[in-house]
């Protein structure tokens, strides 16, 4: 009987688990209108036309030869205006791809959806 009992226990606790798991597991985190999952579409095509993963990281992959990029816009150092002048000027290392201002506004729209998306990979914040 008890044996019964605790299989039916760990039975139904398998099947609510795996339930939640993938009904609740693959939700979008961020949700975009058309117009801005157009721009940031864009913006990830030009980020590999470039090629810009040979020199920055995107969740951990990519080059070491310019910063990270997966929080740059969430990180109170860097954010929007100032990875705009660097695309826009270029920077010391960073090469000035002549991007027009509708290619930047992609560029940074893709990488605000990856930062926003970037849910796990942002380390707690010291207190
Ligand atoms: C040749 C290597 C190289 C390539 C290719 C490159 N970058 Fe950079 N990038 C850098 C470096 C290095 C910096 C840091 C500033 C500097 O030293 O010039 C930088 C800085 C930046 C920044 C400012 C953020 C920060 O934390 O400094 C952004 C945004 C950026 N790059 C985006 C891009 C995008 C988008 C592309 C592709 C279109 C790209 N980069 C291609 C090397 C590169």
New binding site residues.
Partial sequence: MLRIVLFLLLFSTYVIYSAVVYSKGTENAVSVDRIEAGKINHGKK??QQ???T???QIYGLGGY???E?TT?QSDPN?GEN??KA??KG??????N?HFTDDEINA?ISY?KYVDATAVTYKKPTPK
Avoid at 90 to 95: S, T
């Fill in positions: 030009l980020y470039y090629n810009c040979a020199c920055h030869l310019g910063p990029l740059a860097r100032f990875m660097l695309l270029g920077g010391p290392r960073m090469p791809f560029v990488l």
